[in-house]
């Protein structure tokens, strides 16, 4: 082996060869660090941000238009109009058939889903109402709406799940009350009717 490499002009002695191998080494350490340091990402992972999420949804389909109000401490009111106070944010106004098609590379896409999101990014205490409102009627029928909501943080939690019926347009209904104590868990919770819509117009 040394002759042929003498005759090839490429004469490598073991010192050589060491040091050689060991860069090899050092390298594929060094790639092996760096898969380990960043990972792949994980994919279908939802991450709110938020300490607890409330939605309301009403049939698939339905034509009609409801809105979502909240009304936290501090009399903080959040609404389509006003979306994000303090740390309450209205994520999605949806307003039923009047927003759901969309023109995507000449093809009409519909969307069925009726829901609006409130999230609450953190847990100050006091007392939170969650109002719905028949805002526009689009078929003069009543609608089934469904309140849920849920403790995301540190793991999934349901805390509340209800149905209430809209009979007509402009009727404003209490879905949800509940009240955070100051060690952030949830308590006392109703369906006392409380109008924030009427409180907004003073």
């Not at 953190?122 to 409102?133: A, K």
Request: charged letters at 25%; proline letters at 6%.
């Amino acid at each position: 082996m040394r002759l042929l490499r003498r005759q090839s002009g490429f004469d490598i002695d073991p010192f050589t060869d060491l040091l050689f191998n060991a860069l090899l080494t050092f390298t594929f350490l060094f790639l092996v660090a760096l898969l380990l340091l960043n990972p792949p990402a994980k994919t279908g992972i939802i991450d709110p941000k938020a300490e607890f999420m409330i939605t309301v949804s009403w049939p698939d389909n339905n034509p009609n238009d409801i809105d979502l109000w909240a009304l936290g401490p501090d009399r903080n009111r959040v609404w389509y109009k006003k979306t994000n106070q303090g740390l309450m944010h209205l994520d999605r106004d949806d307003r039923g058939n009047a927003s759901d098609v969309q023109v995507i590379n000449g093809k009409t896409i519909t969307n069925p889903i009726n829901q609006e999101v409130l999230t609450i990014r953190g847990r100050p205490p006091g007392e939170y109402v969650i109002n719905i409102h028949y805002f526009k009627s689009e078929d003069q029928r009543e609608v089934p709406v469904t309140i849920y909501m849920a403790e995301v943080n540190p793991v999934l939690k349901v805390i509340h799940y209800s149905t209430t019926l809209l009979k007509s347009e402009n009727e404003e209904r209490t879905a949800l009350r509940f009240t955070l104590t100051p060690d952030g868990s949830v308590s006392n919770i109703n369906q006392l009717q409380k109008s924030i819509i009427e409180a907004n117009k003073k």
